[in-house]
């Protein structure tokens, strides 16, 4: 028996291997969530990235349990464990469709009506991957089951974000850009088409922290400290399974 969504919180997504978690991607999900006015900001790890090779990856429980770690004491923020619960490669689009199959509308994802825009969480992603959205499984659909929230890293500006719009849902930008509009600026991008389902996309600026998870697992491997980079917590935790992650990192 499944419930009745009737007015569903403003919910936002921020996925990724998460090999490990780091202060960069939390700054990253609270400043969206503030930027957006939303309620909650989920971490959603991948369990079986599609687009990565899988080496030098952590177990999906370990990755759970340092995010778990991570977000503790920060109320915006909160982990799922929903892409480890299906099978196969972690696809975007399977985990967007059962997430609102969970919700409660219908029980079959293919034969679900579509959430209305009001209800669709808001899914963070970097340039690159909106760029090559292409290469994703119904990437153009998306929108049918999340607004994308393009964030963009220092140097990145709005000519890559209206690019790819104009590339993958033409009609939704006019053919020339105004010159005295900031290339920094906030936009939100009503998109055009049967594949967008009414969604939009927005390009948001927001300050980030310059740190990747390469960066951290290459500074454990050559002894370095990582203090300030990683919440303490999860550096303690990591400790504690040093000889987990030597094995994978160093290996």
């Known amino acids: 028996m499944f419930r009745t969504v009737e007015a569903l919180p403003r919910v936002g997504i921020l996925g990724g291997t998460f090999n490990p978690v780091h202060n960069g991607h939390l700054r990253l999900a609270v400043e969206v969530g503030e930027a957006l006015g939303l309620e909650r900001v989920l971490l959603t790890p991948c369990a079986s990235p599609p687009h990565k090779t899988h080496n030098g990856l952590l177990p999906f429980e370990l990755r759970v349990a340092f995010l778990r770690e991570a977000v ?6 909160e ?4 892409e480890g619960e299906l099978d196969g490669p972690s696809y975007t689009w399977a ?3 059962e997430r609102h199959r969970r919700g409660g509308t219908c029980a079959d994802p293919d034969a679900c ?3 209305p825009p009001a209800e ?5 992603m970097g340039a690159e991957s909106f760029s090559a959205l292409h290469t994703w499984r119904r990437g153009m659909e998306l929108p049918k089951l999340g607004h994308l929230v393009m964030v963009p890293r220092g140097g990145e500006d709005r000519s890559v ?4 719009i104009r590339r993958y849902w033409p009609g939704s930008l006019p053919d020339d850009d105004r010159a005295d509009e900031a290339v920094y600026q906030r936009e939100t991008v009503a998109l055009a088409g049967n594949e967008a389902g009414g969604g939009h996309c927005t390009f948001l600026p927001v300050p980030r922290l310059d740190i990747s998870s390469t960066f951290i697992r290459r500074r454990w491997c050559e002894g370095r400290s990582l203090s300030g980079l990683i919440p303490e917590a999860v550096l303690e935790l990591m ?3 040093r000889a987990t992650l030597d094995e994978l990192w160093k290996g």
Do not use: N
Request: charged share 20%; no cysteine.
């Open 113 to 115: 009506p579509l959430p």
């Open 95 to 97: 985990s967007l469709s």
């Open 239 to 241: 400790h504690r399974e």
């Open 161 to 164: 974000f209206r690019a790819s």
């Open 120 to 124: 669709r969480p808001f899914f963070m």
């Open 79 to 82: 982990v799922s464990t929903l």
């Open 72 to 77: 503790r004491g920060i109320p915006l923020l």
